[in-house]
């Protein structure tokens, strides 16, 4: 299913460049943490499986929606804040940083 069966979740446009871990584009493992940056307004989607910064890869909003669509239910995430989850499916936990 593709983003343009969404309405669109996010208030920055779909090629809105995002950081996201190497396992997570490359190797499949699921999203389990985001960061929306306040300083910037950017996004870090990551598995929790690495802080290397080796590991990180740009890739954009559509991109990463269309690869794990429930991160939609974070799109208004606050700049400032991650929310995080233990497994798919399970509850987005959110805190300030």
């Known amino acids: 299913m593709g983003i343009e069966s969404f309405k669109w979740p996010f208030r920055q446009p779909p090629f809105t ?3 996201i871990t190497r396992q997570v584009l490359e190797e499949g493992l699921p999203i389990k943490i985001v ?3 306040a300083e910037d307004d950017s996004w870090h989607f990551s598995c929790g499986t ?3 910064y080796h590991d990180e890869e740009k890739s954009d909003l559509g991109q990463i929606l269309e690869l794990d669509s429930s991160i ?5 995430l606050r700049g400032g804040s991650r929310a995080k989850r ?4 399970a509850e987005w936990i959110r805190e300030r940083l």
């Open 35 to 37: 960061t929306h940056f």
């Open 17 to 19: 460049e995002a950081i």
């Open 72 to 76: 939609a239910e974070i799109a208004n």
């Open 86 to 89: 233990a497994e798919v499916g």
């Open 50 to 52: 690495t802080t290397e």
